[in-house]
């Protein structure tokens, strides 16, 4: 059992940047790849970065690659989200997931998830 508390989240202008962090608690937090989704209101949730178990490999959604940065600390049983050079686009909830087996886009395929955090970027 993996228990997730996402924290960071805000209000930042168009351009601006946030640093989202999740803290894990529980057992082997190195045992899970973790992913970031977020969920626009009247919207899916969708993928937006993944990180694999040893952090060696990161996965991005094309609506984020080259502004977002995933990494992980598994000494500290952390995960972050850096934001840069964001849009309004990009306003949403931001959720952390844990997944036992691989890093998953698929939501469905994530075993534990947090509760969110707010991220509003104005225009």
């Known amino acids: 059992q993996v228990q997730l508390v996402e924290s960071g989240g805000g209000l930042v202008q168009a351009g601006g940047s946030l640093r989202l962090s999740c803290a894990a608690s529980?057992?082997?937090?190195?045992?899970?790849?973790m992913g970031w989704f977020r969920q626009a209101p009247g919207k899916e949730r969708e993928f937006a970065a993944a990180?694999?178990?040893?952090?060696?490999?990161?996965y991005y959604a094309n609506s984020v690659k080259g502004r977002f940065t995933i990494s992980r600390d598994n000494a500290e049983n952390m995960v972050y989200l850096q934001m840069n050079s964001l849009k309004a686009e990009d306003t949403a909830v931001y959720y952390c997931?844990?997944?036992?087996?691989?890093?998953?886009?698929?939501?469905?395929?994530?075993?534990?998830w947090g509760q969110g955090t707010q991220v509003t970027v104005s225009s």
């Open positions: 997931a844990a997944d036992s087996a691989y890093a998953p886009v698929r939501a469905r395929d994530y075993d534990y």
């Open positions: 529980g057992r082997s937090f190195s045992s899970y790849a």
């Open positions: 990180i694999n178990k040893s952090g060696a490999n990161t």
